[in-house]
């Protein structure tokens, strides 16, 4: 008797648990606002991720949760996915504004047939994801880890965090996470673009940006600068107005994917940055 009753109370300690994590009756609102669906949450962690549903095995946790970030106490979806490649995700997304703080993608699968990367190289692959880096910034240290060599970098920009990890006998990225305060992150895991506050008066912005002297034709190659490959025959751009301000807006179509744009006409700052696929 003592025995199945010990067996019911692991069997209900483990649906409790499964229930924490799979919550199936989420809260709708936070201080009176309301809250974005789960299923709005997952789509924006797929779309970030390049992924599609069934490209993933199985979700390993969707759940809300709160935390103080900048004072403030926030209400976040933690995604967590497994894809069938045996990659694992993960994502903190802010459920009313939609914005991505934190995301971590690891992988323990090395490319057999990478090749060895020196340290150069590495910082290369790094400037290569993260385009609002500079090569200046980056400090890579070599360490050993079950065995095997891998080049790490720690870098601190601004209000963003970094952490990458490559392998070093097959340029294998292994760990990738990114965590930004401000919850600005935006592109995709491939290509992650930091945006600015458009409000902020100490907001960093595009190289060929002063006031008031920011063309279409500089929108036009700034956003050419982030898509390595891409051309004037692969963009479409056009001066609009959005939420009482005049932007600058349009797309990339380059290398099955689409990146989509817009910039603050008054100052050069980058408001917006998403990849897709081309054929979505």
Known sequence: MKKALNVLLLLIFC?????????????????????????????????????????????????????????????????????????????????????????????????????????????????????????????????????????????YNANTEYEFTFDKATSTLNKLKVKNNDGLISGSVENIIILKKSNDANATTSNNATSNNFSIDDAKQEALKKVPGANNSNIVIKEDYDDGIRVYEGKIIYNNKEYEFKFDKANGTLLKWEVESAYD
Do not use: W
């Not at 996915?81 to 323990?108: L, R």
């Open 15 to 155: 649906i409790i648990s499964t229930m924490q994590i799979f919550a199936t009756n989420l809260p709708t609102t936070f201080n009176n606002q309301t809250l974005i669906t789960l299923a709005d949450a997952k789509n924006i962690a797929l779309k970030h991720s390049l992924l599609s549903e069934k490209e993933v095995n199985y979700f390993k946790k969707e759940k809300i949760d709160y935390e103080t970030i900048n004072n403030t106490r926030t209400c976040l979806y933690e995604i967590e996915f497994i894809s069938n490649k045996g990659v694992e995700y993960q994502y903190k997304i802010d459920a009313i504004n939609k914005n991505i703080y934190e995301f971590e993608k690891e992988n323990k699968i090395y490319n057999t047939n990478g090749k060895a990367m020196d340290i150069n190289a590495c910082k290369k692959a790094i400037l290569y994801i993260a385009k609002d880096l500079v090569e200046n910034n980056i400090n890579v240290y070599e360490d050993i880890d079950d065995r095997r060599s891998e080049f790490k970098s720690k870098i």
